[in-house]
């Protein structure tokens, strides 16, 4: 079936640091690739997006490509901030609806 | 504009008892979906409504869980017969078209249910 592995956290970062949160995909077919966050307290809501192969979805200060060969769409950000604190959700949509990872916590401390 | 909306926001049951939980989607979209998060399980997709039809009921885990959507708007995901096991954040959410496609899903709060 389609699945979706991303790292467990929780991770910890200082402010500025570099955030990779590593996720791989399974899927029989060409998923289309999501990142969603859930702020504290906040409900889900959609980070970036990619439709196809070699895309790179992008907001806020972060990215992810969606890479075939290795069915892989890493969330990366170059400097993270207090507020980037939230809970990191990779999914992937087949046959629309979304399978999603375990959800990754990251805290970002001053 | 108005996002998608769901109530109550908390609930608190005894076991055994039936429960009602609505969701009201974003006017216009025609797809809605449950799911389910909790702790041990992660986020888990429930049903699938493509205007008042459900073709995806693949997530529903028995048959004491069930959903229906009215006017190709509002939806209501009941559970009989609570088990303590039931104990979660339902989530809503609603797109305007097809998520494989890219369409982005917009979620609700969410409703906190507690099985005693």
């Known amino acids: 079936g389609n699945s979706v592995t991303q790292m467990e956290g929780p991770v910890t970062l200082s402010e500025e640091a570099f955030l990779t949160i590593n996720c791989t995909y399974t899927a029989t077919g060409y998923p289309s690739l999501f990142w969603y966050v859930q702020y504290p307290g906040e409900g889900l809501q959609l980070l970036l997006k990619a439709t196809k192969a070699d895309d790179k979805g992008s907001n806020k200060g972060f990215e992810a490509t969606y890479r075939k060969e290795t069915t892989s769409f890493h969330l990366e950000k170059g400097s993270v901030q207090v507020s980037d604190s939230a809970v990191y959700f990779c999914?992937?949509?087949?046959?629309?609806?979304?399978?999603f990872g375990k959800g990754t916590r990251l805290s970002v401390i001053a | 504009g108005a996002g998608v909306s769901q109530s109550p926001s908390n609930k608190v049951t005894e076991k055994g008892k039936d429960v009602e939980l609505r969701c009201d989607p974003i006017?216009?979209?025609?797809?809605l979906y449950w799911y389910r998060q909790s702790l041990g399980q992660g986020l888990e997709f429930l049903i699938y409504?493509?205007?008042?039809?459900?073709?995806?009921k693949s997530g529903l885990p028995s048959d004491r869980f069930s959903a229906e959507r009215t006017g190709g708007s509002v939806s209501t995901l009941t559970i009989q017969r609570t088990q303590q096991e039931d104990s979660a954040v339902y989530l809503c959410a609603s797109s305007l078209g097809r998520t494989s496609g890219g369409y982005e899903q917009y979620f609700g709060p969410g409703t906190r249910l507690t099985v005693t």
């Open positions: 006017s216009g979209h025609t797809a």
């Open positions: 409504f493509q205007g008042n039809s459900a073709p995806d």
């Open positions: 999914a992937l949509s087949l046959n629309t609806p979304l399978v």
